[in-house]
Each structure stands twice: as C-alpha cells, then as structure tokens.
C-alpha cells in the first residue's frame, strides 16, 4: 500500500510540477447558487477528485442570491492566495454582465480565468398536472391561445434561465410571466408543487425528476439530443436554432491570484476531469467535461459577455 501511493504521489506530481504535498489549509470553493443546482453539483463532483490531486481539503461554500452576484462579489474580495477560487456560469460572466445596470463585481477585472470545467445543455420542463400539453409544438399552442396566463421559473432575473425563457418567449411569439427564485433549488421546488408550471434551466437540476417522472422535458439546448434525454428533441430540431447554445460552468480566482497557484489549480481540474469515474458522475447528470487553459477562458468570457448582450438586447431585458 505504501509502495501504491508513492508510485501515485509521483505520477501526481509529474502532472503538477514544483507543488508541495504537504497537507495544507482548506481549499475554499465558493458557489454562487444554492446547494441543489447544476453549479453546486458540478462542484461537489470535482470537489473531491481535486483534494486527493493536491491533497489538500475543499470545501464547498454556497453564497447565493441576486443571480449569483452576492457569490462573486464575495469571490471579488477574498486574498489572492490561492486558497480561494469559485464557480463561474454564463450567469455570472455572461448575462449578469449584460442585464444589470451595476454590479458589486467587475466579471473581468475582478478575476482571474482559471478553466472551463463542464459545459451545461439547457432544457425547457413542464409540470405536466399543471399545464394539459404533451410536446413542444403543444406549450406554443397554449401559449398563444393564453397569454400572459401562464407563468415559468428560473433561478434568478439575469441567470441563463431567465434569459432562456426570454429567448423563448421572443423566438415562440408566445407571453409568459417571469417568476425568479433565489436558485435553482427553490425554483424546482415550486415547480414540482405546481406553483408554476413551466421552467427554465441547465438538465443538471431537472433530471432526476424528469426520470421520476414528475416533470415533462419538452426541449433541450444542445447540438443534438443527450443520452440522458434520448427521446427529448433540439430546439434546433424543432426549428429553432438560436435557442440551441448550452450553458457552462468554469473555475475563476480572485484578481491577482499567483499565476503559479492558478495553473496548478487549472491542471488538477484537468487531471479530474480525464478520470472517466468523474466524467461518467458528471454525464449522468448531463453536464458535459471540457476543460480550458486559462487563456483560453479568459477570451470564452469576454466572447460570451459580447454575446449575452446582444441577446438582452433582443429579449429587451435590462434590470436595476
């Protein structure tokens, strides 16, 4: 056993040259959403994988509220030394960035770009007691025959979801009321109770109930249909391809952070997300590995905040 886990410090510190193995303080990983959601189990998934690569604990801190602001303003403010890094979503660096007036956090200057962990298909889900439709084609139908009577979630003004519901209200020639909540969690919540019968959301949040069959997917956000969904179409399938880009979740760092203590970071996420254990967890909850160095997510962050605006734009959707 001894021989086993030097041959496997070795191998670990041949990916992650000139870090220390010695047990250091807890690796704080802040999420900007409440437990429950398709962030909160990204981070969990990688949570443990990445404290057994730098040995050192993680521990999952949820912050949540005013679409994930109150989380990065936080992440904003914490030491550069490392021992801090958090979740960022188009939310948080995309979308919030293009629909709110002010922010408490600046989503370029205020971080620094560690990797792109998973991306994250999107899915429109009904609660079937609630709303008498059996497809797509059916909501938009229903829709149209009463608008504004019915009204759909998200996890936030400003989160992707209510941009997608946005999107699909503008796209579907359809009206709904928006009904925000503070998170994913909340939002399915009511849903399942039949408060509100429509919902908008990464397929991470929904799945295990669309499998219970307490929810209805209706559509998915992906380039072509998830394993997890089979029988679930494309908005691009059903002829409506700008609703088709999926969301993604990324690991950032306070400004100033040590670009040594950055990479070292990026490449443990790296080393999990090659661990076919972990990449198998996070399918099944249809969120998708990738992985990015941090240039290169420093460029997707900027590239989607340029985007998200032209979408708030053409959902007409703009918040104190």
Do not use: C
């Amino acid at each position: 056993m001894q021989r086993r886990h030097f041959i496997s410090t070795l191998a670990v510190a041949s990916i992650l040259p000139g870090m220390s193995f010695a047990q250091g303080k807890p690796i704080r990983l802040l999420v900007p959403f409440p437990p429950g959601g398709a962030t909160d189990i990204t981070a969990r998934v990688l949570g443990e994988p990445i404290a057994k690569i730098l040995q050192q604990p993680v521990v999952i801190d949820n912050r949540a509220g005013a679409g994930g602001s109150i989380g990065m303003a936080e992440l904003a403010r914490a030491a550069p030394d490392g021992l801090t890094f958090g979740i960022a979503t188009l939310s948080t660096h995309g979308v919030n960035p293009a629909v709110y007036q002010k922010l408490p956090y600046d989503p370029i200057k205020g971080f620094t770009a560690v990797t792109e962990i998973v991306k994250a298909p999107g899915v429109i889900v009904i609660n079937p007691a609630k709303l008498p439709v059996a497809n797509f084609a059916e909501l938009v139908k229903y829709l149209k025959a009463n608008p504004g009577k019915v009204s759909y979630a998200s996890p936030g003004n400003g989160t992707i979801g209510h941009m997608w519901g946005e999107l699909f209200k503008s796209s579907t020639g359809t009206s709904m009321v928006h009904i925000p909540y503070r998170g994913a969690g909340p939002a399915i919540n009511d849903v399942l109770a039949g408060e509100v019968p429509v919902y908008f959301d990464q397929v991470a949040s929904s799945l295990p109930h669309v499998k219970a069959g307490k929810l209805k997917a209706l559509a998915v956000s992906w380039t072509g249909r998830l394993d997890v969904l089979p029988d679930v179409p494309t908005y691009g399938e059903l002829g409506y391809p700008a609703n088709n880009d999926p969301s993604w979740f990324g690991m950032i760092a306070p400004a100033g952070t040590p670009a040594d203590l950055v990479l070292r970071m990026q490449q443990a996420v790296a080393t999990a997300l090659k661990d076919a254990s972990v990449r198998d967890r996070l399918a099944l909850q249809g969120l998708y590995a990738s992985g990015t160095t941090p240039a290169q997510f420093t460029k997707q962050i900027a590239s989607e905040i340029e985007k998200m605006k032209k979408v708030a734009e053409f959902a007409r959707v703009r918040l104190d």
